[in-house]
C-alpha cells in the first residue's frame, strides 16, 4: 500500500523500522440515531515507527479522530488490535494531545495550564515551574507566561497548548487539527513552530488535517483515507528534504506533484460519496485546498 505517488525522484528521509504504534485489522463502529451501528472504520492496519512525523488525510467524516481516539485508548476497537510500544494503549504522560480547541483551563494562566500537565509527572513544584517556563520560552510566550487564555489571540492559545503538550516531553504526540481554527497566515507560522519543537526532539508525531499542503509540509509520511466505512487507501512517503522551512518547499515540484495527486483523489472521493454534499457535482474541479 506504500506509495511514492507520482513517482517522486527527491531523496528517501531516514525512517527507522521499529513500528511504536500498531494497528491490526482495527474496525470501529458507533450507535446511530435509530439505533443500527454505522461503521466509522473498517480494516485498518497501520505501523508508525519511532521519530516519524505522520499526517491522517481524507475529507470530512472518514474517521480521522476516531482513529486517533484509538490510539490514546479512549475509544475501544470492535474487531482488530491496537498496540502501543507493544501494550494495549491507555492515557498517560507518554502521550500528548494538541486539539483544534485549544481546551486550556480559562481560570489558569498560561504557566498554570502547562504546570497543571505536569503534576503527576513532576512532584517537585520548583522543578515543575522550571520545566513549564522553559516550553513557554521555547514556544515564544515567556511575556505571556501569567496571561490568561482571554488574553491571547488564537495563534497564541494554540502555542500555550503546544507548550502544555510539549511540556510533557511525551514519546508520542497526537495532533487533531490543531491549526483549523488559525487565519492562514498564523496556521502557516504555527505549522514551521511546530517542525522547530518536533524536530527538537523527534516524538512519533500523528497529525488529523483536512489540508493537503499542511500533510506536505509537515510529514514524513501521509496516510490518505477514503470515506465511510473509514478506510486507509495509500500511505504516501513525502520524500522532501528537511527542514523545510529553510527554503521555498512549495516551489519544488515534488510538493506541486504531491499536491495535485492527493487533491484529484480527495476530490474523486468527495463526489463519489453519495453522503458528501458535492456527491456527483463537477465544479469541485476547480477548488483549490488551500493551506
Ligand atoms: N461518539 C460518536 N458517536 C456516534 N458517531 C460517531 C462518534 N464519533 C464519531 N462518530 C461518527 O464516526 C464517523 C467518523 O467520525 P470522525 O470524527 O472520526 O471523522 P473525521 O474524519 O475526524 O471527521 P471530520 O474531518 O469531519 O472531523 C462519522 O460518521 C461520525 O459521525
Redesign the pocket.
Known sequence: MRSDAAGGSAPKSPIPTSPIIEMKGVSKG???GSGER?A??QDINLELTEGTFTAIL??????????L?LIDGLVQPDAGTVRVAGHPPRPGPEMGFVFQSFRLIPWRTVRGNVEFALVEAIADPAERRRRADRYIERVGLSRFADAYPRQLSGGMKQRAALARALACEPEILLLD?PFASLDAQTRELMQVELMRLWSERKSLAVF?T?SVDEAIFLADQIVL?GP?P?RILEVIDVNLTRPRWSYDVRAEPRFAELRQYLWERIRALVLADPQSDFYGRDEVQSVSTGS
Open positions: 458507533f450507535g446511530g454505522v466509522a472504520l481524507g475529507p470530512s467524516g472518514c474517521g480521522k479522530t476516531t482513529l481516539r487539527e488529523v483536512h483515507m465511510r473509514g
